[in-house]
């Protein structure tokens, strides 16, 4: 294949993770290409691509007179406990509108049920008198002994189900809660055994300086480590003004913490922040799939009031009374919606005007150092209620859903996103979806390309791709010994082409099919030859016999 085109990956940030003497113990874990790791060179028409989170239906809105809300949705936690999903929001807490002048400052953290990751329904939890699905609420901050100090915020609090095989049963499900009233604000560990009836469990823990609690703090046991690790933002100096990011931290008990360290990141990644980038939330979590691999769904914020070249003087001018001195709109103002409404959120910050946000995806196999990916996954829906910050925003976790194409085609991701944050009516979660281990492809051209992954040994008998193809497309595959010397029957001339689209697409060879067990355990490298596809993942699956086909008669 020629190499006019060829792209090399060299030295990523992690490199030696998971390796032995200078080869991947990758065994029966499903690789992605969401970072370089499994890539040791791209030649020809082939390319890493993001792709873009697809929108469904309503699945929630939060019209309940004890949770009417205009803002909620990127903040809030899906979690699966092995039976059911619980996604766990905050309501009732309500921005100013020209329409309700006054809002509502007390939030409450509500929780709705799903069996099928589309169709929820609120619980009857009956717990407290804010509402008969609130597990949360600032009138549990008097079951606390701290004093006037203590604000419990439900507004910031995120939930997760542990799944530490030391964990006690009646502890399972966990919320990490704020408290902001304090200076650089705090957290509370509370737990629960039915992730409705939650206790505290933790006093407060004030992790560091520069650290933002008003927004998402969430932790899950990382089974990589055996530890804890805990996410949350922080605001750090850029040479130009303080900008919100990642910090991270590893705990065993939520009491003893390891000082706080700021998430790193690649550098095209990083050099975004200069140009106005921030991450107002992290959404980090281990991949269910290929858990060795940590993912992020963070929102991307733009404050383009503030941004340097992004605040474009406009000679459209109107001066509103009771602003920021300059009074001035920008004219990216008049291509967005609502204008009215933006007159009146103007009055309290330009921000809240001005400001902007979408999803983007970062992966780790650290926990520390991240691959970011700089186009957006999900952007801002084109509605009269959007385009305030929040939207394009997804809430913490994802569903296995049934895809509505039916007839056996392969289950999807679902994500959730809030609609008409900072709107008059009130917000809605819709569900979006990906393919399964759809977050980025490999996109093989039409002229053809190919990927060469570094060496590697590996458990199983059979290769499996998670791929798609054109009619016009296909692909082939060869391994290669340790020197890079194709193996013989295992090599391109005899490889058997392949077209479709599947997540489990078995790869054969002219010889062998596809019976991988002479080379299970040896190091090996694969390449893979492709055009009009996409590549999204691979994994090496046991032995299985192939079924009998009738004889081929012309």
């Not at 203590?150 to 049963?169: K, R």
């Not at 408290?179 to 055994?193: Q, R, T």
């Not at 919100?244 to 590893?250: A, L």
């Amino acid at each position: 294949m020629a190499n006019a085109n060829s792209r090399s990956i060299t030295a990523p940030v992690w490199e030696g993770f998971g390796t032995r003497n200078g080869v991947y113990e990758l065994g029966d874990k499903r690789e992605l290409f969401v970072d370089d790791f499994f890539i040791e060179a791209l030649n020809g028409d082939v390319a890493p691509r993001v792709h873009e989170m697809i929108p469904d239906e309503v699945v929630l809105t939060l019209d309940e007179p004890h949770e009417y809300s205009n803002n909620s949705g990127c903040f809030n936690s899906l979690l699966y406990d092995g039976e059911r999903y619980l996604y766990y929001y905050r309501a009732h807490g309500r921005f100013a509108t020209a329409a309700d002048p006054d809002g509502v400052p007390d939030f409450t953290f509500c929780v709705a049920e799903s069996y099928d990751g589309i169709n929820f329904k609120r619980c009857q939890v009956n717990l407290h008198d804010s509402g008969y699905n609130v597990v949360l609420d600032n009138s549990m901050t008097e079951q606390l002994i701290y004093g006037d100090e203590i604000n419990l915020c439900p507004a910031v609090s995120t939930a997760f189900y542990d799944t530490n095989p030391e964990c006690p049963e009646d502890e399972r499900y966990k919320l990490i809660v704020t408290n902001e009233k304090v200076k650089d604000g705090a957290l509370f560990l509370f737990v629960s055994a039915d992730g409705f009836d939650f206790r505290q469990k933790t006093g407060k823990f004030a992790l560091g300086e520069n650290s933002g609690y008003d927004s998402p703090n969430q932790a899950f046991f990382d089974h990589n480590i055996g530890k804890y690790r805990l996410y949350h933002r922080g605001f750090r100096n850029d040479g130009y003004t303080w900008k919100r990011t990642i910090m991270s931290h590893i705990t065993s008990d939520f009491i003893t913490f390891t000082d706080q360290e700021w998430v790193r990141f690649d550098a095209d990644f990083s050099a975004l922040f200069a140009l106005g980038q921030e991450l107002y939330t992290n959404g980090i979590r281990p991949y269910f799939r290929a858990p060795h691999i940590l993912l992020g769904f963070p929102m991307r914020y733009v404050d383009g009031s503030m941004t340097p070249g992004m605040h474009l003087p406009s000679p459209y001018v109107e001066r509103i009374p009771n602003t920021d001195p300059e009074g001035e709109w920008n004219s990216r103002i008049f291509a967005r919606p609502n204008l009215e409404m933006r007159k009146f959120h103007v009055k309290k910050q330009m921000r809240y005007a001005l400001a902007a946000t979408e999803t983007v995806m970062i992966a780790s196999r650290d926990g520390a150092n991240f691959k970011g990916w700089c186009d957006s996954m999900l952007k801002p829906p084109p509605q009269e209620d959007s385009w305030f910050y929040g939207a394009g925003s997804v809430s913490i976790g994802m569903a296995v859903t049934k895809s509505k194409f039916g007839y056996g085609a392969p289950d999807e991701l679902s994500f959730y996103s809030p609609e008409c944050c900072w709107g008059d009516g009130c917000v809605r979660i819709r569900r979006y979806h990906l393919r399964m281990d759809g977050f980025v492809s490999l996109h093989f051209g039409t002229k053809g390309g190919e990927l060469t992954t570094p060496r590697f040994t590996f458990d199983g008998a059979r290769l499996s791709l998670n791929i798609a193809t054109g009619a016009f497309g296909g692909f082939t595959a060869e391994f290669r010994d340790e020197n890079g010397v194709p193996i013989p029957g295992y090599t391109f001339e005899e490889s058997l082409p392949e077209i479709g689209d599947d997540t489990e697409m078995i790869a054969r060879w002219k010889t062998h099919g596809p019976d991988l067990r002479a080379l299970s355990g040896k190091v090996v490298q694969l390449a893979i030859r492709a055009k009009n596809s996409d590549l999204y993942s691979l994994h090496f699956v046991p032995w299985q016999e192939d079924p009998e086909l009738p004889p081929y008669k012309w």
